[in-house]
Every structure is written in C-alpha cells, then in structure tokens.
C-alpha cells in the first residue's frame, strides 16, 4: 500500500499450487485480491481459508478468453500471470490449451493490464532454458529447447509469452515484470503432478515404491514456496528500471536420487526405488544463478530444505493432498 490506498489485484491462477499462497500474501499485506482460474489444476479447496474475507473474491474463468467484467473492481493496480498447467503430466495433457494459455491468456492479461494502467508480472519458467548447455542457468542464457518436443507446449509457450510481454513494455504499453521460476515444492502441491518431490512424498508415506525416472543423477535446485512467493511480491514491488527477465529459485543444487533418500530418511518409509525411463528432453541439470534477484531485490531463499520437506511431508500426511488451514500445517511440521 501508498500513500493510504489499498491495492486492487488481480491473480490469474490463483487456486493453484503457487498461486493460492500468493494470494494469501497478498491478503496478509493489506490488499484486495480477485483470484481468477479455471480450476483445471487449481482447486477451490485451496482458497476455502479465504472465503470469509470481505478482501477476497473469486471468479471462475479461463485467460484463454476474454475475461468476464463482472466482479473485477474498477480500477486494478496489480496483474500476477500464474496462469498454467506447470507439471508436465498435467500440460502434455491438453498441449493446445496449454500453448494457448501462455500465448492467449498472457495477451489477455497484458491487454487488462494496459486498460487499468496495472502492473504486470509474467510467471515464466525455468524450462525457457530447456537442457541447458550453460551451467547455472543465468538470465542471458537463450537456452537449448526442443521446439517440436512433447514439452514444447509449455517451454515455448513461456518463451512466447515472455516475447509478448516485453513487446507491451517496449511499445509503452505496460510496465511489466517477468520471473523464471526455478523448481518449487511444499504444501498444496497436488499428489497428482508428477513431479519427484510430490511423488517421492506421497509414495513414500504410502509405502509404495518410489519411482525414480532415469537414474537418478540429474540434479534439480528446489524452492520452498513461501521464499518464491516473497520473490514474486519483491519483484512486483521494484520500482527501478527494467530489469528483465529474473531468476527465482533456490541455487543449492541435488540429485534426484539425493532428494528422494532424504524424503525416505525424514518419512521414516522403507519403500523401494524403482526406475523407469528417462522422460523425452528431460534437462540433465538445472540450478538458476539468483545474482540479479540478490542484488536487485535484496532476495535469496531462507528455507532450508530439510524444513521445508518437513512442513510438505506434515501436510500431505495430515490432508492426503486435501487442503488445511495453513496453521495447522506448520503445528504439523513442528
């Protein structure tokens, strides 16, 4: 808030993963928050904490298109784009409506943005860098992507829809702000995604064998979701020149077959490891060099990654992937 006024802002994707704990954010700094999603992959259980808040609303819609006017309030300050499937099980799924969500939903959202004289902010991703050649990934990396790959929905649909952004901030239209969020885990992930940390965890607390794809040694640098909230919101909030595209995630950098061990060490599960096949351009490493975020945001990941397992173990195995006061997960992991 400046200057008194309460902010007005829109989150596009905000019953998701990530979404939803930015919405909470939000709320706990003072502002009214529209959440719009088309619960694809969101879901409304994930807001249900927030629904008594006069500070809150929801509207169900896709970005793909044009967005409802009815229950957006009349002047917007903030967009945050968090629209999109972002496990690969879930956006190979629907290719089309993947591409278009990132293309024709980011246009949509750019184009509000430009109406309301709002702030934008465009969750990319750090798939833009495919299996990259460079390594850590920094921000001027142009990446080494399979443009016709099973992945490429997602990967260049990010691509394009960063190309898009920039595009409103250079013809004038928008003042815009582009994140390449990094791997990212913790409570409200679906048990569903595929993704290693949210397999490993509900495999392990199951019992069942956990399945390692490969053999284990490609490395990935995993984020706790409250400290890439706070880079989002920190993002958000530079006032300085344009910075480009930023790096968010944790650069502390692991092997699958690491992560999965300390998942069955803090689970106390004596599941077996399985291996199936390497998924088609699956990156072999990836860990994002985080100096422009440390420099120009003053931001760097505090969660260690022991307690974060901790909290997302607390509440997966206290919910079974339902969702749960947010208090009661962090009495959980205590």
Known sequence: MKNGKVKHVLVAGGAGFLGSHLCDALLAEGMHVVCVDNLCTGRRSSLRHLERDARFSFIEADVIDA??????????????????????????ADPEH??????????????????????FLLSSTSEIYGDPEIHPQTESYWGNV??????????????????????????????????????????????????????????????????????????????????LVDGLMRLMAYDGAQPGAVNLGNPI??????????????????????????????PRRRRPDISRAEALLGWSPRTSLAT???????WFSASDGAELNPTTVAAAAD
């Open 253 to 282: 950098e692991l092997t699958v077959f690491d992560l999965v061990e300390r998942v069955l060490a803090l689970t106390g599960s004596r599941s077996a490891i399985v291996h199936q096949a390497l998924p088609v351009d699956d």
């Open 67 to 92: 967005l409802p006017g009815r229950g957006l309030p009349r002047h917007i300050d903030m967009i945050f784009n968090l629209a999109c499937a972002a496990s690969p099980v879930h956006y190979q």
């Open 146 to 227: 399979n443009s016709t790959g099973p992945r490429a929905c997602y990967d260049e649909g990010k691509r394009a829809a960063e190309a898009l952004t920039f595009d409103f901030q250079r013809g004038g239209r928008a003042e815009v702000r582009v994140a390449r969020i990094f791997n990212t885990y913790g409570p409200r992930m679906r048990a569903d995604d595929g993704r290693v940390v949210s397999n490993a965890i509900t495999q392990a607390l199951d019992g069942s064998d956990i399945t390692i794809y490969g053999d284990g040694s490609q490395t990935r640098s995993f984020c706790y979701a409250d400290d």
């Open 98 to 119: 993947t591409m278009l969500t990132n293309v024709m939903g980011t246009c949509n959202l750019l184009r509000l943005a430009e109406a309301h004289g709002a702030r």
């Open 308 to 314: 974060g397992l901790k909290a997302t173990i607390a």
